[in-house]
Protein backbone atom coordinates (compact mmCIF):
# COMPACT_ATOMS: atom_id res chain seq x y z
CA UNK A 1 0.00 0.00 0.00
CA UNK A 2 1.33 3.40 -0.61
CA UNK A 3 0.84 5.00 2.96
CA UNK A 4 1.27 8.93 3.37
CA UNK A 5 1.97 9.65 7.09
CA UNK A 6 1.52 13.74 8.31
CA UNK A 7 3.19 15.36 11.40
CA UNK A 8 3.71 19.03 11.94
CA UNK A 9 7.34 18.48 11.73
CA UNK A 10 10.47 16.09 11.57
CA UNK A 11 13.01 18.54 12.67
CA UNK A 12 13.05 17.41 16.77
CA UNK A 13 13.64 14.12 18.53
CA UNK A 14 10.91 14.50 20.03
CA UNK A 15 7.91 11.51 20.96
CA UNK A 16 5.39 12.24 17.85
CA UNK A 17 7.94 12.52 15.61
CA UNK A 18 10.69 9.50 16.01
CA UNK A 19 7.27 7.17 16.30
CA UNK A 20 6.19 8.67 13.01
CA UNK A 21 10.43 7.46 11.67
CA UNK A 22 9.48 4.04 13.00
CA UNK A 23 6.34 3.39 11.94
CA UNK A 24 7.47 4.81 8.15
CA UNK A 25 10.56 1.97 8.74
CA UNK A 26 8.56 -0.96 10.08
CA UNK A 27 6.00 -0.01 6.92
CA UNK A 28 8.64 0.22 4.59
CA UNK A 29 10.26 -3.55 6.16
CA UNK A 30 6.68 -5.20 5.62
CA UNK A 31 6.70 -4.38 2.06
CA UNK A 32 4.88 -1.18 1.74
CA UNK A 33 5.46 2.48 0.23
CA UNK A 34 5.19 5.23 3.10
CA UNK A 35 5.97 8.86 2.57
CA UNK A 36 5.77 11.84 4.78
CA UNK A 37 4.22 14.93 4.46
CA UNK A 38 5.45 17.52 7.31
CA UNK A 39 5.97 21.08 7.00
CA UNK A 40 9.07 20.92 8.62
CA UNK A 41 11.65 17.77 7.07
CA UNK A 42 14.52 18.88 9.49
CA UNK A 43 17.31 16.13 10.84
CA UNK A 44 14.63 13.52 11.62
CA UNK A 45 13.52 13.67 7.76
CA UNK A 46 16.77 13.89 6.32
CA UNK A 47 17.42 10.46 8.39
CA UNK A 48 14.22 8.90 6.72
CA UNK A 49 14.66 9.95 3.50
CA UNK A 50 18.49 8.50 3.56
CA UNK A 51 16.74 5.35 4.36
CA UNK A 52 14.59 5.83 1.07
CA UNK A 53 11.53 7.08 2.75
CA UNK A 54 10.23 9.98 0.92
CA UNK A 55 9.90 13.29 3.16
CA UNK A 56 8.45 15.91 1.73
CA UNK A 57 7.00 19.84 2.74
CA UNK A 58 5.36 20.30 -0.63
CA UNK A 59 2.55 17.64 -1.47
CA UNK A 60 2.59 19.02 -5.21
CA UNK A 61 5.97 16.55 -4.79
CA UNK A 62 3.94 13.23 -3.91
CA UNK A 63 4.10 11.76 -7.57
CA UNK A 64 1.84 9.20 -6.50
CA UNK A 65 -2.01 8.51 -5.04
CA UNK A 66 -2.12 7.31 -1.54
CA UNK A 67 -3.96 4.27 -0.11
CA UNK A 68 -4.90 5.85 2.78
CA UNK A 69 -3.37 8.39 5.20
CA UNK A 70 -2.65 8.07 8.43
CA UNK A 71 -3.05 11.83 9.88
CA UNK A 72 -1.14 13.40 12.89
CA UNK A 73 -0.99 16.84 14.47
CA UNK A 74 -3.99 19.20 12.99
CA UNK A 75 -2.89 21.13 10.11
CA UNK A 76 -0.61 19.09 7.97
CA UNK A 77 -3.16 16.21 8.57
CA UNK A 78 -5.80 18.52 7.21
CA UNK A 79 -3.96 19.79 4.65
CA UNK A 80 -2.96 16.29 3.30
CA UNK A 81 -6.96 15.60 3.48
CA UNK A 82 -7.84 18.36 1.20
CA UNK A 83 -5.21 17.81 -1.09
CA UNK A 84 -5.91 14.09 -2.02
CA UNK A 85 -9.96 14.73 -1.19
CA UNK A 86 -10.70 11.30 -2.31
CA UNK A 87 -8.39 9.66 0.03
CA UNK A 88 -9.50 7.56 3.34
CA UNK A 89 -7.47 8.57 6.32
CA UNK A 90 -7.35 7.25 10.27
CA UNK A 91 -6.24 10.32 12.47
CA UNK A 92 -4.20 9.65 15.23
CA UNK A 93 -4.46 11.35 18.43
CA UNK A 94 -0.85 11.37 20.59
CA UNK A 95 -2.07 13.76 23.54
CA UNK A 96 -4.06 14.87 25.91
CA UNK A 97 -3.48 18.80 26.08
CA UNK A 98 -2.08 20.15 22.63
CA UNK A 99 -4.51 21.77 20.25
CA UNK A 100 -2.35 20.10 17.15
CA UNK A 101 -3.92 17.06 18.21
CA UNK A 102 -7.58 17.97 18.15
CA UNK A 103 -9.45 15.50 16.13
CA UNK A 104 -10.35 16.31 12.25
CA UNK A 105 -13.99 16.00 11.38
CA UNK A 106 -14.47 14.72 7.80
CA UNK A 107 -16.38 12.19 6.38
CA UNK A 108 -13.40 11.02 4.70
CA UNK A 109 -11.83 10.16 8.26
CA UNK A 110 -12.59 6.43 8.76
CA UNK A 111 -11.78 5.98 12.16
CA UNK A 112 -9.33 6.97 15.17
CA UNK A 113 -6.87 5.91 17.10
CA UNK A 114 -5.91 6.84 20.16
CA UNK A 115 -2.43 5.94 22.31
CA UNK A 116 -3.66 5.71 25.30
CA UNK A 117 -6.75 5.90 27.62
CA UNK A 118 -6.48 9.88 28.34
CA UNK A 119 -6.54 10.57 24.49
CA UNK A 120 -8.98 8.11 23.89
CA UNK A 121 -11.17 10.00 26.59
CA UNK A 122 -10.13 13.53 25.07
CA UNK A 123 -12.05 12.51 21.48
CA UNK A 124 -14.79 10.95 23.38
CA UNK A 125 -15.84 13.24 25.97
CA UNK A 126 -14.41 16.19 24.45
CA UNK A 127 -14.74 16.20 20.81
CA UNK A 128 -17.83 14.04 20.91
CA UNK A 129 -16.25 10.81 18.97
CA UNK A 130 -18.51 7.88 18.82
CA UNK A 131 -16.68 4.93 20.99
CA UNK A 132 -17.15 2.55 18.06
CA UNK A 133 -14.79 4.69 16.22
CA UNK A 134 -11.85 5.13 18.07
CA UNK A 135 -9.25 2.25 18.72
CA UNK A 136 -6.65 2.58 21.78
CA UNK A 137 -3.32 1.72 19.62
CA UNK A 138 -0.59 1.97 22.15
CA UNK A 139 3.22 2.78 22.26
CA UNK A 140 5.38 0.23 20.69
CA UNK A 141 9.37 -0.60 21.07
CA UNK A 142 11.25 -2.05 18.54
CA UNK A 143 12.54 -4.83 20.53
CA UNK A 144 15.38 -5.89 18.16
CA UNK A 145 16.47 -2.23 18.93
CA UNK A 146 15.65 -2.45 22.69
CA UNK A 147 17.73 -5.69 23.65
CA UNK A 148 17.80 -6.92 27.65
CA UNK A 149 21.48 -5.29 28.71
CA UNK A 150 20.60 -4.22 32.12
CA UNK A 151 22.23 -5.85 34.93
CA UNK A 152 20.20 -4.81 38.73
CA UNK A 153 22.56 -3.68 41.27
CA UNK A 154 22.22 -3.75 45.13
CA UNK A 155 23.19 -0.39 45.40
CA UNK A 156 21.35 2.49 44.02
CA UNK A 157 24.38 4.27 42.01
CA UNK A 158 23.36 5.77 38.58
CA UNK A 159 20.25 7.72 37.52
CA UNK A 160 18.78 8.97 34.30
CA UNK A 161 15.94 11.20 33.31
CA UNK A 162 14.91 10.03 30.14
CA UNK A 163 12.80 13.01 28.93
CA UNK A 164 12.69 15.40 25.59
CA UNK A 165 10.24 17.39 27.94
CA UNK A 166 12.06 18.52 30.97
CA UNK A 167 14.21 21.88 30.91
CA UNK A 168 17.07 23.21 32.94
CA UNK A 169 15.68 24.80 36.06
CA UNK A 170 12.53 23.73 35.87
CA UNK A 171 10.66 22.27 39.26
CA UNK A 172 10.57 18.95 37.47
CA UNK A 173 14.51 19.31 36.78
CA UNK A 174 15.81 20.44 40.37
CA UNK A 175 13.40 17.52 42.12
CA UNK A 176 15.53 15.15 40.20
CA UNK A 177 18.25 16.62 40.89
CA UNK A 178 17.48 16.98 44.99
CA UNK A 179 15.83 13.68 45.16
CA UNK A 180 19.76 12.07 43.72
CA UNK A 181 21.78 14.20 45.98
CA UNK A 182 19.72 12.70 48.97
CA UNK A 183 20.02 9.52 47.65
CA UNK A 184 23.79 10.13 46.84
CA UNK A 185 23.16 8.95 43.57
CA UNK A 186 25.12 10.02 39.91
CA UNK A 187 21.71 11.75 37.88
CA UNK A 188 22.05 12.36 34.21
CA UNK A 189 20.03 14.49 32.14
CA UNK A 190 19.15 12.90 28.55
CA UNK A 191 16.87 14.96 26.34
CA UNK A 192 16.32 17.53 23.70
CA UNK A 193 15.62 20.57 25.78
CA UNK A 194 18.52 20.33 27.96
CA UNK A 195 20.95 19.64 24.61
CA UNK A 196 22.01 16.16 25.46
CA UNK A 197 19.14 14.19 23.34
CA UNK A 198 21.11 10.92 22.00
CA UNK A 199 20.13 8.97 18.60
CA UNK A 200 20.78 5.48 20.33
CA UNK A 201 19.01 5.44 23.48
CA UNK A 202 19.45 1.79 23.41
CA UNK A 203 23.25 2.10 23.90
CA UNK A 204 22.96 3.69 27.03
CA UNK A 205 19.76 2.89 28.83
CA UNK A 206 20.74 -0.42 30.58
CA UNK A 207 23.64 1.10 32.04
CA UNK A 208 21.57 2.58 34.62
CA UNK A 209 19.84 1.95 38.00
CA UNK A 210 17.12 3.17 37.83
CA UNK A 211 15.70 5.63 34.32
CA UNK A 212 12.82 8.45 35.02
CA UNK A 213 10.55 8.33 32.39
CA UNK A 214 7.41 8.78 30.37
CA UNK A 215 5.21 7.76 27.74
CA UNK A 216 7.27 5.52 24.77
CA UNK A 217 10.99 6.24 26.83
CA UNK A 218 9.54 4.53 29.59
CA UNK A 219 8.70 1.52 27.72
CA UNK A 220 12.56 1.51 25.67
CA UNK A 221 13.96 1.63 29.11
CA UNK A 222 12.21 -1.28 30.18
CA UNK A 223 12.70 -3.55 27.12
CA UNK A 224 16.52 -3.05 28.01
CA UNK A 225 15.47 -4.38 31.38
CA UNK A 226 16.18 -1.11 33.54
CA UNK A 227 14.17 -0.38 37.17
CA UNK A 228 12.24 2.45 35.64
CA UNK A 229 10.28 5.33 37.41
CA UNK A 230 7.23 6.77 35.12
CA UNK A 231 7.94 10.52 36.01
CA UNK A 232 6.80 13.83 34.16
CA UNK A 233 6.59 17.53 34.96
CA UNK A 234 3.61 16.96 36.86
CA UNK A 235 4.32 13.99 39.05
CA UNK A 236 7.04 11.44 39.91
CA UNK A 237 5.99 7.23 40.15
CA UNK A 238 5.12 4.90 40.91
CA UNK A 239 8.10 2.63 40.41
CA UNK A 240 6.92 -0.09 37.38
Not at 1 to 15: A, P
Not at 67 to 91: C, K, S
Not at 220 to 239: K, Q, T, Y
Request: charged content about 20%.
Amino acid sequence: MNILITNRTMSIRNGAELYVRDLALELLAQGHRPMIYTSEVGVVGRELIDLTVPVTDNLDDIGVRPDIIHGQTYITAMAALTYFDDVPMVNMCHGWRPWTEAPLIHPNVVGYAAVDDATHDRLAMQHGIGEDRISVVHNFVDLDRFRPTAEPNEELGRILLFSNYVRKGSPYYRAAHEAAEQLDARLDVVGSNVGTATTAPEQMLGDYDVVLAQGRSALEAMAVGASVMICSSRAFGPLV
